[in-house]
C-alpha cells in the first residue's frame, strides 16, 4: 500500500457563492448537508464527501492570488441506476434555471448522458452507464 490510501475522501469546489450554491445541490441534486457555515459547506454522499469553500478562502489559504477563471479541466460524475433517472434530473434543473450545457442523450458508446454547471460552472455529468461502458 502507497502513502496515499486508494479512495477520495472528499472534492472541495470553489465558490463565488456559497448560498446560490447551497441551495443548487440541495434543490436539484438532492444532496444532504451535513455540515456549513459562512465559509463551507459539506454534503456527505455514499462513497465520499463534496464541500464547497468560499473561493476567496482558498484563494488566501493556498497563496494564489485567484483561483483561475471557472469551470476548471473537471468534470465531475454521477452514476444513477436508470435512463430515466437522467431525464427526471434534466427536468429538475431545468425547472431550476440551471445552465444546461448538453441535454440528455444516448451516446454511440451505450451511457445516456446529460451535462449541466453549477453556479459557479463546476460541469457535472449526469449518466446512466451500463456494464462495460465505464471500464467496469
Not at 459562512?38 to 476567496?56: G, K, S, Y
Not at 476548471?72 to 437522467?86: F, K, N, R, S
Request: with cysteine; charged share 20%; glycine share 10%.
Amino acid at each position: 500500500m502507497g502513502v496515499v490510501p486508494g479512495r477520495v475522501s472528499s472534492v472541495t469546489l470553489a465558490v463565488r457563492d456559497l448560498a446560490a450554491s447551497d441551495r443548487f445541490y440541495t434543490e436539484v441534486f438532492g444532496f444532504e448537508r451535513v455540515s456549513g457555515n459562512e465559509i463551507l459547506t459539506r454534503f456527505r454522499l455514499e462513497n465520499l464527501c463534496v464541500d464547497l469553500i468560499q473561493a476567496e478562502v482558498l484563494e488566501a489559504e493556498t497563496g494564489v492570488a485567484r483561483m483561475p477563471a471557472m469551470p476548471g479541466p473537471v468534470t465531475l460524475a454521477i452514476a444513477l441506476p436508470e435512463p430515466g433517472d437522467v431525464d427526471a434530473c434534466q427536468t429538475r434543473a431545468e425547472a431550476a434555471g440551471v445552465h444546461i450545457l448538453a441535454p440528455a442523450e444516448d451516446k454511440p458508446s451505450g451511457p445516456r448522458i446529460l451535462f449541466l454547471c453549477d453556479p459557479d460552472g463546476h460541469i457535472w455529468e449526469i449518466g446512466c452507464f451500463p456494464p462495460g461502458t465505464w471500464g467496469d
